[in-house]
């Protein structure tokens, strides 16, 4: 049984930072891509970034582009997002998912699993 489990989130002021991480189990992530996607309170979920199999690709949504960065660490079956710059509209329960294919994908629909997400809440 593939889990996911999200952890980091919490409450800070805009401009902070924060580090969410991913902890897989069930599944080696190393073969396969990993996405990290927000919902906020009344909106639709939202791709924010995904990293290739090995992590030489990252992909980021253009609102998060030169503020968040997506890594992984396969050895240890761990993704991770840090977030720099923080706004309030980053303000949103954050999921890590996994993809059943080594490349990219920005759609949700295409991630098998999921986490049960972390609350991200950014003050002005």
């Known amino acids: 049984q593939v889990q996911l489990v999200e952890s980091g989130g919490g409450l800070v002021q805009a401009g902070g930072s924060l580090r969410l991480s991913c902890a897989a189990s069930g599944r080696t992530l190393s073969t396969y891509a990993m996405g990290w996607f927000r919902q906020g309170s009344g909106k639709e979920r939202e791709f924010v970034a995904a990293t290739r199999w090995s992590g030489a690709f990252t992909f980021y949504t253009d609102s998060v582009k030169g503020r968040f960065t997506i890594s992984r660490d396969n050895a240890k079956n761990m993704v991770y997002l840090r977030m720099n710059s923080l706004k309030p509209d980053d303000t949103a329960v954050y999921y890590c998912?996994?993809?059943?294919?080594?490349?990219?994908?920005?759609?949700?629909?295409?991630?098998?699993?999921w986490g049960q997400g972390t609350q991200v809440t950014v003050s002005s």
């Open positions: 998912a996994s993809v059943d294919t080594p490349v990219v994908v920005t759609s949700a629909a295409a991630y098998r699993y």
